[in-house]
């Protein structure tokens, strides 16, 4: 799980120095997030269950090193305010992939990456709306989620190549 954590750590850090060459405020690749796609489905059974046993990793696993990626990430970067944003966003991509898990195999890693970074984007439109009282801040969700599902099946097809190869 550290090492896990670390590397999703570094990703997300590097990732945050790098603008992505598209004119769409907010978005990015994400591709932390293909760490925690490889540990879903490299660790995890769809139940939830350790699959792997040299790898034993069961979804709370998967969560606690989500959770200590985004945590660190925000102390590291120094984008504090971020953290709401990307601890929404975090959570509720996580639950959609976890239920996605039990229904998709190692070769559709590439669709849950997609639903994760859409879930991704509601969970944080939700917060920007909390946050700032705007409603109309929904409208700009159909952009966030044509660029969700191009950044998700990249950083799905990250995870799915790298656990075909282990």
Not at 4 to 10: E, G, Y
Not at 35 to 57: H, M
Not at 94 to 103: D, S
Request: charged residues 5%; glycine residues 10%.
């Amino acid at each position: 799980m550290a090492v896990l954590t670390a590397v999703s750590l570094i990703v997300f850090i590097i990732e945050a120095q790098i603008p992505l060459p598209v004119p769409v405020p907010g978005a990015k690749l994400g591709l932390s997030n293909a760490v925690t796609l490889f540990a879903l489905f490299l660790g995890c059974q769809g139940d939830g269950s350790v699959v792997n046993r040299t790898v034993p990793l069961t979804t709370g696993n998967v969560l606690m090193i989500l959770l200590a990626r985004i945590i660190l990430g925000a102390v590291f970067t120094g984008r504090v305010v971020a953290f709401i944003y990307s601890i929404t966003g975090g959570i509720l991509a996580f639950a959609a992939m976890a239920v996605m898990r039990k229904f998709v195999t190692n070769k559709q890693i590439w669709a849950c990456g997609a639903v994760g970074a859409v879930f991704h984007n509601i969970g944080q439109i939700c917060a920007a709306m909390v946050i700032t009282g705007t409603p109309a801040i929904a409208a700009y969700l159909p952009v966030l989620i044509i660029v969700g599902v191009i950044t998700g099946v990249i950083t799905g097809l990250t995870a799915q190549l790298t656990v075909s190869r282990i």
